[in-house]
């Protein structure tokens, strides 16, 4: 069941083809701090957290995160060196997120605790 709710929900095509019915998308609690870029501290489920100008990374430190947890980032801002997410890295109350070279803007990459 769960790799069909995947499927649904990364490829709802493909997913209707098999006869699975979408979900709705869910509307989480989450935090932005885009505003002011750098590590920042946010306990919700999902948020939006900005790698500042300069720099390839960005640590967010979250109480609902373990070391076995699966974080999942996604790029929503692409710079001309900043392309890729090239790893994240959970720990105990904290997740860090590197892209593939320091960005030459400040450039937001929007995340989601899948399993804690």
């Not at 002011?36 to 306990?43: D, E, K, L, R, V």
Request: with cysteine; proline share 6%.
């Amino acid at each position: 069941m769960r790799r069909l709710l995947l499927l649904a929900l990364l490829c709802p095509a493909l997913a209707f083809a098999q006869g699975v019915t979408v979900p709705k998308p869910l509307s989480l609690p989450k935090c932005n701090s885009v505003s002011t870029p750098g590590n920042a501290t946010c306990n919700f489920t999902a948020g939006v957290a900005a790698v500042a100008a300069g720099v390839a990374a960005v640590t967010i430190t979250n109480a609902q995160v373990a070391s076995t947890s699966v974080v999942i980032p996604v790029l929503e801002f692409v710079d001309s060196t900043c392309t890729s997410v090239k790893t994240l890295v959970p720990g105990s109350g904290t997740f860090t997120i590197t892209l593939n070279a320091n960005c030459t803007s400040n450039t937001q990459v929007g995340w989601y605790i899948a399993a804690k």
